[in-house]
């Protein structure tokens, strides 16, 4: 499996998953570009700032692979993020990519709702409500918005519902979270695959074989069409205790899917858990209040607290330093 880039040389294929990286790949027989995430330590940090039922873990993990897959098509700046508001027990999730590979996210949840429902799927945990995919662009302070319905459908489902209808690019999505245990303990791991058909002169319909064509005519070779069937039939193949696999790394898992035809893999990125708050952002905010609204901050100590909720860092400021 050579490495993609130009005339970057080849290298020997990873044995073992990167945890934390996005890895771009192409099929060019087939004209097929994607890219594969696998996260270990970061999706872990970000599911463990809170007390999230298992459930609600999982679709936080689950948003936070897909964010990676489509925020890494910013390359060094910008920023990506994916947020759904619904009726359902969880009623608001958020994830923030910052290019070049940074996230951070939380869910908003109602945990006696949580705890009332059997049915841990996410048509039951969202309910009814909106997937939102914003892009800012710093170049040009551009800003691009798509939104597409959840009704019923898990975060995957919304993503092609997403790309057929805004983008018109035939995609293929998969998305697994899991916690691993180990005897060090239990830890959770997420991975997503992405695979969209990019033909050069874009797609075509297949043509349909003429009515008076004479006996014994060809048919028409191999088009558009049966490449994107090809793709999406060796894409399903995936399961999902591959795209969660410690002992398999993305290289490997593109060479089970697309030996056949030839992938090839290139320059990864790494991605780690990062927040934006800090205490001069906040002071900032607090400073845009009014004394009386800062005055029904304070808390029992005297103190106003703030809670960041993404990474749940309190914060602690003294009400005089405003006055």
């Not at 790309?163 to 018109?168: D, G, L, V, Y």
């Not at 043509?207 to 008076?212: A, E, N, Q, S, V």
């Not at 205490?279 to 029992?300: A, H, V, Y």
């Amino acid at each position: 499996m050579p490495q993609g880039g130009g005339s970057a040389p080849s290298r020997p294929v990873a044995l073992h998953s990167e945890d934390d990286r996005v890895l771009p790949f192409a099929v060019e027989a087939l004209d097929l570009r994607g890219r594969v995430v696998r996260l270990g330590p970061t999706v872990d940090s970000i599911l463990s700032h809170y007390a999230y039922p298992p459930q609600v873990a999982r679709l936080l993990g689950e948003a936070v692979a897909l964010a990676a897959l489509l925020g890494s098509i910013l390359e060094s700046h910008g920023r990506f993020q994916l947020q759904t508001r619904s009726d359902g027990p969880v009623d608001m999730l958020v994830v923030d990519y910052d290019a070049p590979g940074k996230l951070r996210g939380f869910a908003r949840f109602d945990a006696e709702r949580v705890a009332q429902i059997r049915d841990a799927s996410p048509a039951a945990l969202f309910g009814r409500g909106h997937l939102a995919l914003t892009i800012e662009r710093e170049e040009d302070a551009a800003r691009y918005q798509g939104v597409v319905p959840l009704e019923g459908e898990s975060l995957a489902e919304a993503a092609h519902i997403y790309f057929r209808q805004s983008e018109q690019i035939p995609s293929f999505v998969r998305l697994a979270v899991a916690e691993i245990v180990t005897p060090q303990g239990a830890s959770w791991r997420a991975g997503g695959l992405l695979l969209q058909y990019l033909p050069p002169g874009g797609a075509r319909a297949r043509d349909l074989p003429p009515g008076d064509a004479p006996d014994g005519a060809e048919e028409p070779s191999e088009d558009d069409s049966d490449h994107w069937t090809e793709g999406q039939a060796l894409a399903a193949t995936l399961e999902d205790h591959e795209l969660v696999d410690p002992a398999l790394s993305s290289e490997r898992l593109l060479y089970r899917l697309f030996h056949e035809r030839g992938v090839k893999v290139f320059t990864e990125r790494a991605l780690e858990e990062f927040c934006r708050c800090s205490n001069e952002r906040i002071d900032k905010l607090l400073r845009s209040f009014s004394p009386q609204e800062r005055s029904d901050m304070i808390g029992d100590d005297g103190r106003i607290g703030v809670t960041c909720e993404f990474c749940g860092t309190l914060r602690s400021f003294n009400p005089a330093d405003f006055d």
